[in-house]
């Protein structure tokens, strides 16, 4: 918040500029490295789908009006989380997107 130079106020206080700080490591925990995801990629390729992914995936195929629905709470009953249903949901779909793409491109 800048300050006015006034005694009073909601801006009350010396005229003073901000420090730009540098970003601390801890700010980036978390996010996802290239190095990471490059061996993410790799295990994925190998290992394939795990037999509820694959279920998932059937779901995604066979579609319906309240696929989505069903597949999240499928996904949280086995993994725990709504945010990890979610992402899992997501990134399933990604599979599929790119299956799909490849058929069709070949």
């Known amino acids: ?59 995604i195929k066979t579609g319906g009006s309240s696929a989505d629905k069903r597949i999240y709470k499928f996904a949280k009953r086995r993994l725990g989380s709504h945010k990890r249903a979610l992402a899992k949901r997501e990134d399933i779909k990604g599979v599929n997107s790119k299956m799909r793409a490849k058929q069709a491109g070949a």
């Open 1 to 59: 918040m800048a300050r006015n130079g006034l005694a009073q106020g909601a801006n009350k206080g010396f005229v003073t500029d901000a420090i730009e700080r540098k970003a601390r490591p801890s700010q980036s925990k978390g996010r996802l490295g290239k190095r990471t995801a490059l061996c993410r990629e790799i295990a994925r390729e190998v290992a394939g789908l795990a037999p509820y992914e694959r279920r998932i995936l059937d779901m």
